[in-house]
């Protein structure tokens, strides 16, 4: 099993760590995270863990933050000292709510309880399962903002303000409507799949263009679409020939 800790005090880190490997030694701890902004940035570049443990007074801001801008949708298995939330950590993928200090028994029953779910569901009745606990009920269809780091500091956009993303030296792009470039956390692919796909169109490997940042469709050499954006584009804009046909569909919905 592969997990993670989202908890801003050492020392109750690594008392988890040591119970979980108390109880399976093969559990993995793949990272522990003290900050909502430090727990957003892991999740959008790893893959989603099987199991996460949380608290939810973290050193930068409550942990109910994590789920409006990172695409968590592993159950959860809250440690806090506050039973004030249990309400609203059953809305967002808990299947267990621990309070602090953490007994080793509880520890135990939660674990229990998270493998006999997983193992009496074959995994398409075990994703519909957790789906009926609340896990990722919560998510909206399609991402509404971004979380863009820039320096020390986080700043959010919203889809509204984005007219296109692009890839360059490996890096993706977001551009804003009023002309800003800004290094995003995420592929073109995982942008495809969280954007909404009647705004959001993947012209190219290097390009996702939004409906409204689309000027001028140039019929270009062999029947090729070039297009101009706004704002412009340092590169240049085609359209790859495998995706002419569903563009153009696109484009007339």
């Known amino acids: 099993m592969n997990t993670i800790i989202i908890e801003d005090e050492n020392l109750t880190a690594q008392r988890l760590e040591g119970m979980l490997k108390k109880y399976d030694p093969n559990i993995k701890v793949l990272a522990v995270l003290p900050s909502v902004a430090e727990s957003i940035q ?3 570049k790893n893959d989603s863990p099987d199991l996460v443990f949380m608290d939810i007074h973290l050193e930068d801001d409550l942990c109910f933050k994590i789920f409006e801008f990172a695409p968590l949708t592993s159950p959860v298995i809250f440690t806090t000292a ?3 939330y249990m309400v609203k950590a059953f809305k967002v993928n808990s299947i267990d709510y621990l309070l602090k200090p953490i ?4 520890l135990i029953a939660a674990l229990d309880k998270y493998k006999t779910l997983k193992a009496q569901f074959s ?3 075990f994703d519909t ?3 009926y606990f609340g896990i990722g009920a919560q998510q909206p269809a399609y991402k509404t903002r971004f979380m863009i780091t820039v320096g020390t500091k986080i700043r959010s956009i919203e889809v509204g303000e984005i007219a ?5 030296e490996k890096i993706t792009f977001l551009v804003t409507k009023d ?7 995420f592929s073109l692919d995982k942008l495809s799949a969280v954007l909404d796909p009647k705004v959001f169109f993947r012209i190219s490997r290097q390009f996702l263009v939004g409906f409204d940042a689309i000027q001028i469709v ?6 090729k679409l070039k297009l101009e954006l706004a704002p412009k584009s340092r590169l240049e804009v085609f359209v790859s020939g495998d995706r002419m046909t569903d563009f153009k569909e696109w484009l007339g919905k």
């Open 42 to 44: 892991w999740l959008r």
């Open 82 to 84: 506050y039973d004030e």
């Open 103 to 106: 007994n080793y028994l509880e």
């Open 123 to 125: 995994k398409p009745d």
């Open 129 to 131: 399962l957790l789906h």
């Open 164 to 168: 296109y993303f692009y890839s360059d």
């Open 179 to 185: 002309g800003q470039n800004l290094p995003i956390d």
């Open 218 to 223: 140039h019929t270009h050499f062999k029947g």
